[in-house]
């Protein structure tokens, strides 16, 4: 998203629930700009959550063997965290993508949460670095094999959301040095972790991003007092 370039305006018209099918909730709200998909795992008395963002394809993506969001999403749960998945309306649209998950972020504070983390992975990092520097409620943001277009305003997150960048060095799609990038003009507190020969989607290190991922969040957000 151009720094100069303002996002368009979306207004929320009502929120279609369903029953819990599976272990999540399908969530739909209903915009003057479209409708929009969520899959939502509440959590008892959650007062943290996160939310999970794929790549330019749109869908439900998930990186790391096509299991990390969902697993992850399990076990935050028992972390009394509440755990959201998007489904963007226009893929590959960054400004339009932003406005979904701002919107994501809007559901979760109508129900009841107080701090958020976002994740994204590859065209995904730039849409949560974009959201976060927008919405006061994110305190931390993960971003998996970001581009770098659209990620300027990561040099704003700091002090109040921490940044957390995971990259493969034989990404075949975006070079490590566009996380290196972004953690050069982000602010403390940060974290890089370069993982020696895994590609784009890091399935080479499924277990280990999974575990640094979920680790992270957990630390980040119980520091937080709500």
Known sequence: MEEDQELLEMVIHTIEQEQIQEDYR???LVTN????????YPAAGAKHGAIFVGG????WDTPAKGVLYPQLCQELRG?????????????????????DVLAGITFLESEGIEAIA???HS????????????????????????????VKPASQ??????LLLIHGTSDRVLPASCSQYIYNIAGEP????????????LDEVASEVMLEVRQWIVEKLNAIAV
């Open 33 to 40: 700009v479209g409708d929009i998909d969520y899959r939502y």
């Open 157 to 162: 997150l700091a002090p109040r959301c921490s």
């Open 190 to 201: 940060k974290h890089l972790t370069l993982y020696n020969g895994a590609d784009h989607y």
């Open 79 to 99: 972390e009394a965290i509440a755990c959201l998945r998007i489904r963007y309306r226009y893929p590959n649209r960054l400004e339009e993508s932003v406005l």
């Open 26 to 28: 399908a969530v739909k």
């Open 123 to 150: 065209f995904g990092g730039a849409v949560v670095i974009c959201a976060a520097a927008i919405s006061q409620s994110v305190r931390t943001v993960v971003a998996l094999s970001s581009q770098t277009y659209g």
């Open 118 to 120: 976002l994740l994204g």
């Open 56 to 59: 330019a394809g749109g869908g």
